[in-house]
């Protein structure tokens, strides 16, 4: 397992140390072209070692986001399936528990590695920690949903004439309803279409660590710190000997690569005997979520609302003594919230917001006709039928993150449906 020293002694005179975080487009542009079309190739054809490398910004974009239906994905039962190992900066790391027990071997070789070729070399690989690990998707859309709650309210409340129409909860839902729209020419609403277009670089999969915490935009920093380090042949083999990935972009992230013979005994140890056994027990397929999501959503935003904003005036002044009238908006609960508001309601409201975020472009009649099929399923108690219906009509990621059904990037991907775009569906 001798180190490789051509890279490194090569190191101060190679062409392209692409330093890309730079304001000039242009310069961005030929740094990163430097990077992908001569760097990563000077590494792997000077490396005496297979290096396993991993691209989460193309193929794998979606690794650990989607099961083998094509469904977006997150992990269940927490507590019992992850591994925590300490705190950083206050947050507490976990990852998958077999992933975990793979890191941990890993670290353990390459240590001795390094002590039996006596390297005195003090870097990244000396002494592997993790830093970003996993984290909690419900936590990342509620935070991304609280600031449209919150920029609605400032909006709102800049503008008597706006704030005094949501009167109770009823015209709330209403006109919150046109704020999302607007930004649907952007920014998804729903919590599938969420996770897939945002791509929060797996964390959330609990597949998907970092052992350090530099700048991705620095292409300097991966050359010198990284691939031209004296100890990364040997972590390159750690890593397939282990089971994991090597992100391209990120040589600091390293993924748990489950098609790797060397990770098959890591996951029968937790009596997980393939990759659809681990998708089926242990994560959940989003959009079954979608609507209850929706729900809370709503319920969360008029909460912010109201708050401190319980009265309102309406947009006349009282005739008895020219005196402005205060009215009262009333605070509910969620159950009250949402019982004038029957599953039906809400089954039409999510096919409105999925029609835009994936580019449908549906019609109204179009639109009808799959709502009426999705509510006679509801009128029966089925609604979890409904929303896999509702799934398989909508579920085309090349339209809402740029990938096609085999998840490979594609080029030109159009925005998100607007009414310049499409048909103004009256929900």
């Known amino acids: 397992m001798a180190i490789n020293n051509n890279i490194n002694s090569e190191k101060n005179y ?33 490396s005496k070692y297979a290096i396993p490398i991993n691209d989460s910004y193309i193929n794998n974009a979606l690794y650990g986001f989607i099961d083998l239906d094509g469904d977006a994905i997150q ?130 999969s609990g597949l998907v660590f970092d052992i350090a915490k530099d700048k991705a935009d620095n292409d300097e920093i991966k050359f010198n710190n990284y691939f031209t380090d004296p100890i990364f042949n040997v972590f390159s083999e750690a890593c397939l000997r282990f089971g994991f990935n090597i992100d391209k972009n990120i040589p600091w992230r390293l993924n748990a690569n489950l098609n790797s013979p060397a990770m098959q005994p890591y996951l029968r140890k937790y009596g997980i005997s393939n990759i659809q056994n ?53 605070s509910v609960t969620y159950q009250e919230f949402i019982k004038d508001f029957p599953n039906q309601f809400w089954v039409r409201l999510y096919t409105y917001f999925k029609n835009y975020e994936t580019q449908k472009n549906l019609t109204q009649v179009q639109f009808d006709n799959i709502v009426r099929e999705a509510n006679e399923l509801v009128k029966i108690g089925n609604i979890d039928s409904a929303l896999i219906y509702l799934n398989n009509y909508f579920k085309d990621y090349k339209l809402v993150s740029g990938f096609n059904k085999n998840l490979t990037l594609i080029d030109n991907v159009p925005e998100l449906a607007t009414n310049d775009t499409g048909y103004d569906i009256i929900l």
């Open 278 to 330: 681990l998708f089926s027990t242990r994560y959940k397929k989003i959009f079954f979520d979608d609507v209850k999501e929706l729900k809370e959503l709503f319920y969360r935003a008029y909460i912010i609302f109201i708050d401190n904003n319980l009265s309102y005036e309406p947009s006349y002044k009282d005739i008895c003594g020219n005196k402005i009238t205060l009215y009262e908006r009333k």
């Open 14 to 46: 190679f062409p392209a140390e692409s330093k890309n975080s730079t304001e000039s487009t242009f310069i961005l542009f030929e740094a990163r072209q430097a990077y992908e079309e001569i760097t990563l190739p000077y590494i792997l054809t000077k």
């Open 75 to 204: 992990p269940i039962n927490i507590l019992n399936n992850f591994k925590s190992f300490g705190n950083i900066d206050g947050t507490e790391n976990k990852i998958q528990n077999f992933v975990a027990d793979a890191y941990f071997e890993m670290k353990l070789f390459l240590n001795n590695a390094i002590s039996q070729q006596n390297i005195s070399e003090n870097t990244i690989f000396t002494n592997l920690q993790i830093y970003n690990n996993y984290e909690d998707y419900d936590r990342l859309y509620r935070n991304y949903h609280f600031f449209f709650a919150k920029e609605f309210k400032d909006k709102s409340l800049d503008n008597n004439l706006n704030n005094s129409k949501i009167k109770d909860h009823k015209s709330f839902i209403k006109y919150y309803t046109k704020f999302l729209k607007s930004k649907l020419k952007n920014l998804p609403v729903t919590k599938s279409s969420t996770m897939i277009y945002f791509n929060f670089f797996t964390f959330p």
